[in-house]
């Protein structure tokens, strides 16, 4: 027997509807179970000429937003894709299956749903975004109802691209016209493409994830497939680690030049508990780092200041612009900490390198120090050969006042979903002249005050 009956009318939907869409308690699973059998059954004909008209007409009835229930049925398709894949269902094994009947089972399993509509939402999102074993960890507890909405939206705001149009570094301090760039988290990585006509002659550019709010394309408001899809993947090429053959050798490269215990390194292929940095995008490295250092931004300030105590405040900044001599600096991290009432800020300026060219293709960093009390390098610490060439590329800086700051992708994740930061090397506090200073709290105070540019006509 079909889950729902056929004799089922829209009438009788369209009240159940209101009437949880009206009262106090209600769970939002049935909502959108009512919602995908209105899809499946075809009830909204003839009276609407397609799905999207009946759900507009539902949420005035009920004085209700129509993405309260696109957001329902998003989050309800994604959970089921979510449950599917973590029991291995096989998608052969399912064709073999009667299609209804599996249908009939996916929709009984909304009622195990924990979770809250907008956490499934962020998690989605999350998953295109962050590092696997991030996404990983969050599903499992999004799945068991652990996580919070506020701690979801966190972690997506932490990995959400930036769709701001900026010029890269290099290019907005020397004047030079825009090359082709993609955006992380508003940090810039140049690509080298100039002209979009050559990229569609075969350069292939690595462009943001563009991904579809909710809402189907006009015409295809029967179709469920676009729920919880992407537009465009990034087509990120995974490298392979070396042979087996070669690890002993790395490993021994890589303590000797992180110059750790040998119990913060583990052995072997990255299949093991922690992450290589070759199973990311280029884009999730920045961002993961990024998001280390604000979550451990106690630790690793303490230990950097060799102070006895945390501070006692403390705010965390990420693109700041500080423009100095007709120049424009953008700082990757910074960090205002006051220890107490009784001793002055620091500022904590952190410059994020998530590979060797990045590294060697930064000219300016040296200004940066005029704007900071602390300055450090933050880099991935994993056994790849490319991560090890950054650290010693990083540890060759003459500069004995320049820190460098490890996120270690070989560790476990702690609760907080972040890696944690190892301090390679302390950095020495710097003798900064108080007024360039002065620019950088300037600059953080312009972005509190939000100005707003006078429209001349």
């Known amino acids: 027997?079909?889950?729902?009956?056929?004799?089922?009318?829209l009438e009788q939907v369209n009240n159940r509807i209101t009437e949880l869409l009206k009262g106090k308690d209600y769970h939002w699973t049935e909502i959108a179970k009512l919602a995908i059998i209105v899809q499946k059954e075809e009830l909204f004909k003839p009276r609407f000429t397609s799905f999207t008209a009946w759900v507009k007409d539902i949420a005035e009835q009920c004085d209700r937003q129509p993405s309260l229930i696109w957001r329902y049925i998003k989050a309800s398709r994604y959970y089921l894709q979510l449950v599917s894949v973590s029991n291995g269902e096989d998608e052969d094994e399912d064709e073999n299956q009667n299609e209804d009947e599996n249908d009939n089972l996916q929709l009984d399993r909304l009622e195990e749903i924990k979770a809250a509509p907008e956490a499934l939402e962020r998690l989605e999102k999350v998953q295109r975004q962050a590092p696997t074993t991030v996404f990983e960890t969050l599903r499992d507890k999004v799945l068991n109802g652990k996580a919070t909405v506020a701690e979801c939206r966190e972690i997506e705001k932490a990995y959400r691209p930036s769709l701001i149009s900026s010029r890269s570094r290099s290019e907005e301090e020397a004047g030079q016209p825009p090359s082709t760039f993609t955006t992380v988290n508003d940090k810039v990585l140049t690509e080298g493409l100039t002209d979009p006509l050559e990229q569609n002659q075969g350069q292939e550019q690595e462009s943001l994830v563009i991904t579809n709010r909710g809402r189907p394309k006009k015409g295809q408001e029967g179709s469920y497939s676009h729920l919880g899809q992407n537009k465009n993947k990034n087509k990120n090429k995974i490298v392979t680690d070396d042979d087996d053959d070669n690890d002993d050798s790395a490993e021994e490269t890589a303590r000797s030049a992180l110059r750790l215990p040998s119990t913060r390194l583990r052995a072997g292929r990255a299949s093991r508990s922690g992450l290589n940095t070759g199973e990311l995008a280029r884009n999730q490295i920045a961002p993961t780092i990024v998001r280390s250092l604000s979550v451990n931004l106690v630790d690793w300030t303490k230990s950097i200041a060799s102070m006895r105590y945390p501070a006692k405040y403390y705010q965390d900044h990420t693109e700041v612009r500080v423009n100095f001599q007709r120049q424009r600096f953008r700082l990757d991290f910074l960090a205002v900490v006051r220890w107490s009432f009784k001793r002055p800020?620091?500022?904590?300026?952190?410059?994020?390198?998530?590979?060797?060219?990045?590294?060697?293709?930064?000219?300016?960093?040296?200004?940066?120090?005029?704007?900071?009390?602390?300055?450090?390098?933050?880099?991935?610490?994993?056994?790849r050969v490319e991560d090890i060439d950054l650290l010693e590329a990083v540890q060759g800086i003459p500069d004995a006042r320049i820190g460098i700051l490890g996120i270690d992708f070989q560790a476990e994740i702690s609760e907080y979903l972040t890696y944690?930061?190892?301090?390679?090397?302390?950095?020495?506090?710097?003798?900064?002249?108080?007024?360039?200073?002065?620019?950088?709290?300037?600059?953080?105070?312009?972005?509190?005050?939000?100005?707003?540019?006078?429209?001349d006509d």
């Open 420 to 455: 944690p930061v190892t301090v390679i090397k302390t950095a020495q506090k710097l003798e900064t002249k108080p007024n360039k200073i002065n620019l950088v709290y300037e600059t953080l105070y312009e972005r509190v005050v939000g100005w707003k540019e006078k429209d």
């Open 1 to 9: 027997m079909k889950y729902i009956q056929l004799e089922l009318q």
């Open 345 to 383: 800020k620091d500022i904590f300026v952190v410059e994020v390198k998530s590979c060797l060219q990045d590294f060697e293709s930064d000219q300016k960093w040296t200004n940066y120090l005029n704007f900071c009390h602390y300055f450090c390098f933050a880099i991935p610490l994993s056994l």
